[in-house]
């Protein structure tokens, strides 16, 4: 199977989704789990902004047919993000609503919107 990355979205030769949803949050994770430490709520809650989400909106109204899985994967990203701004286990949509941030599926369609 070939592929190719075109502006940071991975392409498959069959037009599936999996390669370029599983690196969204690689690159991100090690620099925000080393500034972890060392900033306060409102900086960490910018960094994964800039960092995790940024790459969670791009691109996504090209995958607006998402399979169900590769969604929850998203979600479970937004989720880390959310990890890393609070400092502790994240797994309640509601902590992602208090940081005024929207869920995977939402964020996708608000997009779709805009």
């Known amino acids: 199977m070939s592929e190719t990355k075109l502006l940071g979205v991975k ?3 069959i037009l599936k989704w999996n390669d370029h949803v599983k690196d969204i ?3 991100s994770y090690r620099v925000l789990r080393t500034l972890r430490y ?3 709520l409102h900086l960490r809650k910018r960094l994964a902004e800039s960092l995790l989400l940024s790459r969670l909106d ?3 109204s090209d995958y607006s047919t998402l399979p169900g ?3 929850k994967r998203l979600q479970k990203t937004e989720f880390a993000a959310a990890n890393f701004v609070y400092g502790r286990y994240v797994n309640d949509i509601g902590d ?3 940081l005024n941030w929207l ?3 939402e964020r ?3 997009n779709l919107l805009n």
């Open 11 to 13: 392409l498959q030769e």
């Open 25 to 27: 949050p690689n690159a």
């Open 96 to 98: 992602i609503l208090k």
């Open 103 to 105: 869920p995977v599926e």
């Open 58 to 60: 791009y691109c996504d």
């Open 38 to 40: 060392f900033t306060d």
């Open 108 to 110: 996708r369609d608000f």
């Open 69 to 71: 899985y590769l969604l």
